[in-house]
């Protein structure tokens, strides 16, 4: 009994206001009224591939310093 009175007092009728979904929505709208479809395809393709995206540059970073610490043992080496 003690729960479900106090899950009701929880319960409110204000709903929070998300500023930052706000400001996602004006941007996409903004984009689209500049560039037009174009600019949600991209969206899209960024949003649909963004785990791979990140994948990818996670792995040329990890190339590219093995390279310079490579590069650096060389020379000091020789």
Avoid: H
């Amino acid at each position: 009994m003690r729960n479900t009175v106090k899950n009701r007092k929880q319960q409110s009728t204000y709903l929070p206001t998300n500023i930052k979904l706000i400001v996602k929505v004006t941007l996409i709208a903004l984009g689209f009224y500049i560039w037009g479809t174009g600019f949600i395809w991209v969206l899209l393709g960024l949003y649909l591939g963004w785990a791979v995206i990140k994948q990818l540059l996670s792995c040329l970073v990890s190339l590219v310093v093995l390279i310079i610490i490579l590069a650096l043992l060389v020379s000091l080496i020789f």
